[in-house]
């Protein structure tokens, strides 16, 4: 990341430490940083520091993945005793972030904590990223870089023989229900349609490969992850027969209205598509099978 002057840094941070949040100290939104922390004052350059005994005791990011464009991730850890922030940035960023440290929590009982979450810009390239931890003394010294690696992804299209897609606008949590053929319902709580053999009956080692795949559960229980999408994928021929779709609202989370488009592909070729839009009242209908609004229907040879 590109250095900046200690000096300057330095006394724009301990003002605004020892500030109550938004009073407008630092105006820098940040807005294009590729690297977003919700809760955090933003500034330009990047930290450097080794001030003795301010360390970042523990970072945890749960997993070392993250998709570009995705919200929401959790990160958290512990800091020295003396720490009243920690400063978070990635590597090549504009600038980086600083949270101000919490209570001690029961994994670390007696040092400050910090917990937010992370955002990925869409624009973010894939690859290797250094997610870089200083932590702060009240005065805006920083201690030694601490780093954890988060390879990110881009999110393609989905492929495969037979793909229905659910995607939508806003910062909502919809889920796509899609019944085959023989009435088996592919959705969150039934991700795959493959039905095992009754016992006794021979075994197919690739039979779960045939089945209908729900490839994710975006936005669950108001977790943004920014993919607003999800798809059931036939990577094998799909049964023949009459499909349907319904949409499921379950939660609108943010949203006043969240617009929704399905579309379905066979072999390339567009079999069915419709538009709808999903608002508060929807969330009050039941979500076990069978939940949803129709969307579409359609059939394959």
Not at 39 to 56: I, M, Q
Request: aromatic fraction near 6%; proline fraction near 7%; charge should be negative.
């Amino acid at each position: 990341m590109p250095r900046v002057s200690r000096v300057g840094t330095a006394t724009a941070l301990a003002v605004v430490l020892s500030a109550s949040c938004g009073d407008g100290t630092n105006a820098d939104s940040g807005n294009d940083a590729a690297l977003q922390v919700a809760g955090a004052t933003f500034f330009r350059g990047a930290p450097s520091g080794d001030a003795s005994g301010l360390a970042v005791a523990s970072l945890d990011l749960g997993t070392d993945s993250a998709v570009a464009g995705a919200r929401g991730k959790p990160v958290r850890g512990a800091l020295a005793v003396t720490a009243s922030a920690v400063a978070l940035g990635i590597t090549g960023d504009v600038g980086y972030w600083v949270v101000r440290a919490r209570e001690p929590q029961i994994d670390a009982p007696d040092l400050p904590s910090f917990s937010t979450t992370l955002a990925f810009a869409k624009g973010l390239a894939p690859g290797d990223y250094e997610l870089v931890a200083h932590a702060v003394a009240p005065g805006g010294a920083f201690g030694p870089a601490t780093s954890h690696t988060v390879r990110v992804a881009q999110r393609g299209a989905a492929a495969g023989r037979l793909v229905v897609t659910l995607s939508w606008a806003n910062e909502a949590d919809l889920d796509l229900r899609v019944v085959d053929p023989s009435g088996v319902e592919i959705s969150k709580g039934n991700i795959n349609s493959y039905s095992p053999p009754a016992p006794g009956d021979e075994v197919d080692p690739h039979g779960p490969e045939n089945g209908g795949i729900l490839d994710t559960d975006s936005n669950a229980k108001c977790v943004i992850d920014a993919l607003d999408t999800e798809n059931v994928i036939w990577q094998n021929t799909p049964p023949s027969g009459h499909y349907l779709v319904r949409v499921d609202t379950f939660s609108m989370c943010s949203a006043n209205v969240a617009p929704w488009r399905v579309v379905v592909t066979f072999d390339g070729n567009t079999l069915a598509q419709s538009a709808g839009e999903s608002i508060e009242w929807d969330t009050r209908s039941p979500h076990d099978t069978g939940a949803g609004l129709l969307a579409a229907e359609f059939d394959v040879p």
